[in-house]
């Protein structure tokens, strides 16, 4: 790809899950980058090929302190020598793991109020209005640039699987992914786990763009809330790395996956590790006894 990562090293493996019938796959976008969510970085790459087709060289973007769009657009940054900043949705003397990365890939940072965060465009224009440079990168990267660099996903697929499951919060790579099932001609049914309270959000979205029959939004395991767990699921979590060496995060990943294991969908099932493991690192995370 033009845009300094390569989707080449998103391999698929094959996975056994107790219970499962028929064949289980993950395709390994966690790959793509050790740091950087694999989805974010599709959800990226056409964004910043269309940035530098119209000649800017600085991409401004918008997160929270949690924000694996916010680390990815540092990321990619330092890869291609574009500047980068980012509003933060954040008190000045907050730190993490997250915003280290993000300093470390050279991102200035911008704490903002909640208030002013909400009206980006009027952030975007009192700190960047009339420079000529910077470009603007919706919060978590939504666009039609997105789902394009998401649907490439399924043109790297060899076979057509029954069903895709995935960690859904936008429903960006959800549309995405069905896009592509459509281009193919396919027949697959995408299961969209969300992983916050927002089903009926993603549902209307899908609709807005007559893709309601290619997802289905499963809302039963968003475990209360975004961040939320509890000792089930972190417990589930441990399992699964421990048997498979494959890390995931309590954020995305754990509770797609733990939905996977508790709705077993027959046939051939591709699930989707979208990335996200700085997750896995978090304080609250780490205070848990594992
Ligand atoms: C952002 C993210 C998602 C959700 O993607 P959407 O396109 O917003 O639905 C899933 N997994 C990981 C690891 C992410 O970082």
Same mark, same amino acid.
């Given at each position: 790809?033009?845009?300094?990562?390569?989707?080449?090293?998103?391999?698929?493996?094959?996975?056994?899950?107790?219970?499962?019938?028929?064949?289980?796959?993950?395709?390994?976008?966690?790959?793509?980058?050790?740091?950087?969510?694999?989805?974010?970085?599709?959800?990226?790459?056409?964004?910043?090929? !269309?940035?530098?087709?119209?000649?800017?060289?600085?991409?401004? &973007? *918008?997160?929270?302190?949690?924000?694996?769009?916010?680390?990815? =657009?540092?990321?990619?940054?330092?890869?291609?020598?574009?500047? &980068?900043?980012?509003?933060?949705?954040?008190?000045? @003397?907050?730190?993490?793991?997250?915003?280290?990365? #993000?300093?470390?890939?050279?991102?200035?940072?911008?704490?903002?109020?909640?208030?002013?965060? !909400?009206?980006?465009?009027?952030?975007?224009?009192?700190?960047?209005?009339?420079?000529?440079?910077?470009? *603007?990168?919706?919060?978590?990267?939504?666009?039609?640039?997105?789902?394009?660099?998401?649907?490439?996903?399924? =043109?790297?697929?060899?076979?057509?699987?029954?069903?895709?499951?995935?960690?859904?919060?936008?429903? &960006?790579? #959800?549309?995405?992914? #069905?896009?592509?099932?459509?281009? !193919?001609?396919?027949?697959? =049914?995408?299961?969209?786990? =969300?992983?916050?309270?927002?089903?009926?959000?993603?549902?209307?979205?899908?609709?807005?763009?007559?893709?309601?029959?290619?997802?289905?939004?499963?809302?039963? *395991?968003?475990?209360?809330?975004?961040?939320?767990?509890?000792?089930?699921?972190?417990?589930?979590?441990?399992?699964?790395?421990?048997?498979?060496?494959?890390?995931?995060?309590?954020?995305?990943?754990?509770?797609?996956?733990?939905?996977?294991?508790?709705?077993?969908?027959?046939?051939?099932?591709?699930?989707?590790?979208?990335?996200?493991?700085?997750?896995?690192?978090? @304080? !609250? *995370?780490?205070?848990?006894?594992?």
């Amino acid at each position: 790809m033009s845009s300094g990562f390569s989707s080449i090293a998103s391999v698929i493996g094959e996975l056994n899950l107790p219970g499962m019938e028929g064949r289980l796959f993950i395709k390994r976008d966690d790959l793509i980058h050790p740091i950087v969510s694999g989805n974010k970085w599709r959800k990226l790459k056409f964004v910043i090929d !269309r940035a530098k087709l119209v000649g800017k060289s600085h991409l401004v &973007t *918008f997160g929270g302190a949690y924000s694996n769009h916010m680390v990815a =657009t540092a990321c990619a940054g330092a890869v291609l020598g574009m500047k &980068t900043s980012c509003f933060l949705r954040a008190d000045e @003397d907050i730190n993490n793991h997250y915003l280290q990365c #993000a300093r470390l890939y050279g991102m200035e940072l911008i704490p903002t109020s909640r208030e002013s965060y !909400r009206n980006k465009k009027a952030l975007y224009e009192l700190h960047f209005g009339g420079n000529e440079q910077t470009y *603007f990168v919706g919060e978590g990267g939504e666009s039609e640039e997105a789902k394009s660099g998401v649907s490439e996903i399924i =043109t790297e697929l060899d076979n057509e699987p029954d069903f895709i499951v995935h960690a859904s919060a936008t429903a &960006t790579t #959800a549309a995405g992914l #069905a896009r592509g099932i459509i281009q !193919r001609g396919w027949k697959t =049914t995408i299961l969209a786990v =969300t992983v916050l309270k927002n089903a009926e959000e993603q549902r209307q979205k899908l609709k807005e763009q007559g893709l309601e029959n290619v997802v289905q939004v499963i809302d039963d *395991f968003n475990f209360g809330g975004y961040a939320k767990t509890n000792a089930e699921l972190m417990d589930f979590i441990k399992s699964f790395i421990a048997k498979t060496g494959i890390m995931i995060d309590p954020v995305y990943t754990g509770k797609a996956l733990y939905a996977l294991e508790k709705i077993k969908p027959g046939g051939n099932v591709l699930f989707l590790h979208t990335g996200g493991t700085l997750g896995i690192f978090s @304080d !609250r *995370f780490l205070q848990t006894k594992l």
